[in-house]
């Protein structure tokens, strides 16, 4: 299954060249059918909430923070090479969509890895 896995990931990750992080979101899906039977059995347990749970839960705000700090870090750069860029003869509406595109792919990178690197984990987990 490890074998299958990665060949899957470069299957999925190389099918189409996405924006910035949005490639990783390819294997969502994949991840969401791997963890839910895990998360399903921990359910069950008197313990609470398990491991996968929690770690599905900390991720997830983990990532939305770092996301949007690289958004805002990347507008910040944007809007700091701005005028320079107009008065060197830059179109301001191709700078601006410039802006937007870069501050999108920094705030999906971070969630993309985690999605990528939880498929890795747990297809190695299902064997």
Do not use: D, H, Y
Not at 87 to 106: K, V
């Amino acid at each position: 299954m490890v074998a299958k896995g990665k060949s899957m990931l470069k299957a999925t990750v190389g099918a189409a060249r996405l924006a910035g992080g949005a490639q990783g979101f390819m294997l969502a899906p994949m991840v969401v059918a791997l963890r839910l039977p895990i998360m399903a059995a921990e359910s069950q347990s008197e313990m609470g909430w398990g491991s996968e749970t929690l770690r599905a839960i900390s991720e997830k705000t983990a990532a939305t923070m770092e996301g949007a700090l690289a958004a805002q870090l990347s507008l910040i750069g944007s809007t700091l090479n701005f005028w320079p860029q107009v008065l060197a003869g830059r179109s301001p509406t191709a700078l601006t969509q410039l802006a937007l595109e870069r501050a999108m792919g920094a705030a999906l990178r971070p969630a993309g890895r985690r999605v990528k690197a939880n498929f890795r984990r747990l297809s190695c987990r299902s064997i």
